[in-house]
């Protein structure tokens, strides 16, 4: 992975200016409800002191108030300009920048991350950080991307060459450049056990349809570069490659309109451009809508019957200590 981010200093820039180009700025909803859903599922104490860990621009940390209105909340960021963004955000909650952590250690009953870990430079120094936020009997939710086998994005890297690179902590081969690697159940439990937490419960999502519904709504740039068969490691995969493409990118186009119209209306910036975007694309958008709720439908039920399913490429880990 580039080693770009492995200086505190460059990672600070490099995020403040993911930010402020709009980075994060939101998330779908059944995103969001599964988050509601998993928080409700813990049945942590009524009242508290939580940290959302990585905050961002506070999206999650909201939740967080939401579904535990008597805690005090909190959040975290490298990022000044997040930090900033969360604030105007949320303000019956509490943010601070990461650089002034000391005064908040030994603080919090509940730490919380949302696609965070994959990001970090160092897991060690990462953990030993957690640790020290945290009161000893406490709670720790972490959400990210899953390395646990038969995912099926799992499944297409396994098709490449370099699908899936053991020098980058088993990254995926079409992560995002600040995606430092990816974790499975087993690995993240031996980083829990060093700061004498065990794993209480986890889900799992994407096991298939919730895998191809975000990638669909992605790009066709994306699905393209995702089936590119000139690193596939046989011919038998180089059909499967092909056999995927023929089924994603039509879905992918019959969405686009409206991922495209649902991503300008949430990242509203009320300038003349957007307004003439969004007239454009209304009445393919509105064709295009059934198409978008039916996968997204399809991924919310398949989140309701096979959560416990461990080749999930997202897992929701609960530990308690």
């Known amino acids: 992975m580039s080693s770009d981010l492995h200086d505190i200093n460059t ?28 928080l409700r599922s813990l049945h942590l104490p009524e009242s508290g002191s939580a940290l959302d860990f990585g905050c961002g621009n506070g999206v999650f940390t909201k939740i967080i108030k939401e579904v535990l209105p008597q805690w005090e909340v909190y959040g975290v960021e490298i990022s000044r300009v997040a930090v900033q963004n969360a604030k105007r955000r949320n303000p019956d909650c509490i943010f601070f920048e990461a650089k002034e952590s000391s005064r908040y250690f030994n603080k919090f009953d509940f730490l919380f991350s949302h696609h965070v870990i994959e990001h970090v430079q160092n897991l060690e120094e990462t ?47 079409f ?3 600040g995606h430092l690697r990816r974790l499975s159940t087993e690995d993240f439990k031996i980083q829990e056990s060093k700061i004498d937490f065990k794993l209480s419960a986890a889900w799992y999502s994407n096991q298939k349809y919730g895998a191809i ?38 879905l992918t186009y019959l969405q686009f309109p409206y991922s495209k119209y649902w991503l300008i209306k949430n990242q509203w910036r009320k300038i003349f451009l957007d307004y003439i975007k969004l007239t454009i694309l209304f009445i393919p958008a509105m064709i295009a809508k059934p198409f978008y709720f039916y996968l997204q439908n399809k991924a919310k039920e398949e989140w309701s019957t096979r959560k416990t399913e461990m080749n999930g490429s997202e897992m929701y880990l609960f530990f308690k200590r």
């Open 213 to 250: 519904n975000w990638i669909t709504k992605s790009s066709p740039r994306f699905v393209k570069r995702l089936t590119n068969t000139a690193d596939a490691i046989d011919k038998n995969a180089t059909l499967l490659l092909k056999s995927m493409r023929r089924k994603l990118l039509p």
């Open 127 to 173: 953990f030993t950080t957690i640790n020290n936020y945290l009161k000893p009997v406490s709670f720790q939710l972490h959400i990210l991307p899953c390395g646990n086998a038969g995912s099926y994005e799992y499944e297409i890297c396994k098709l490449k060459t370099r699908g899936i690179d053991p020098n980058s902590e088993n990254r995926f081969f």
């Open 175 to 177: 992560e995002e450049p």
């Open 11 to 38: 990672a600070t820039e490099f995020y403040d200016n993911r930010y402020e180009d709009g980075y994060m700025e939101e998330w779908d909803e059944l995103k969001k409800e599964k988050v509601r859903e998993t």
